[in-house]
């Protein structure tokens, strides 16, 4: 990011192109956050609001900072969503139905969704930096 921000910063003597490498800088910005939204941290995304709000606004592109602000919402937005898994329903029986009476009703399809949801439950909750070891 810091890279970035350094190239949106352009030096006195390329002026005359300054415009036309912010609007660049601001469209790399959206592609990375949009398709890699997990390599920002909480303290990354409070720079990047910093830098959409009060930087480019400065520089005259309140419009593109409109924008930019709206999709990274609506990506933040997406990426905490939870996907809604319903656990399997049993229907109370009223004669007592042991385990393994139960494992042996059961199909495989339906032991296998009940295994992958409650494992969905305890890898969901992994951050992507951990698989990183960072």
């Known amino acids: 990011f810091s890279k970035l921000l350094e190239?949106?910063?352009v030096p006195k003597k390329r002026i005359t192109d300054a415009k036309q490498v912010q609007l660049r800088v601001s469209i790399i910005?959206?592609?990375?956050f949009e398709t890699q939204i997990r390599d920002f941290d909480d303290?990354?995304?409070?720079?990047?609001?910093?830098?959409?709000?009060?930087k480019m606004t400065m520089d005259g592109h309140a419009d593109v900072s409109t924008m930019?602000?709206?999709a990274l919402d609506q990506t933040i937005e997406t990426?905490?969503?939870?996907p809604d898994v319903e656990l399997l329903k049993i229907t109370p029986?009223?004669?007592?139905?042991?385990?393994?009476d139960?494992?042996?009703?059961?199909t495989p399809r339906d032991i296998a969704e009940q295994l992958t949801l409650i494992s969905s439950t305890i890898y969901?909750?992994?951050?992507?930096?951990?698989?990183?070891s960072q």
């Not at 990426?79 to 939870?82: A, C, E, H, M, Q």
């Not at 029986?93 to 393994?100: F, H, R």
């Open 79 to 82: 990426d905490n969503k939870k």
């Open 29 to 32: 910005l959206k592609y990375w």
């Open 68 to 70: 930019l602000k709206n």
């Open 102 to 106: 139960l494992f042996l009703q059961s």
């Open 7 to 9: 190239r949106y910063n």
């Open 43 to 54: 303290i990354l995304i409070k720079e990047l609001y910093d830098f959409i709000n009060n």
């Open 93 to 100: 029986n009223l004669t007592p139905v042991s385990p393994t």
């Open 124 to 132: 969901r909750g992994i951050s992507v930096t951990e698989l990183l």
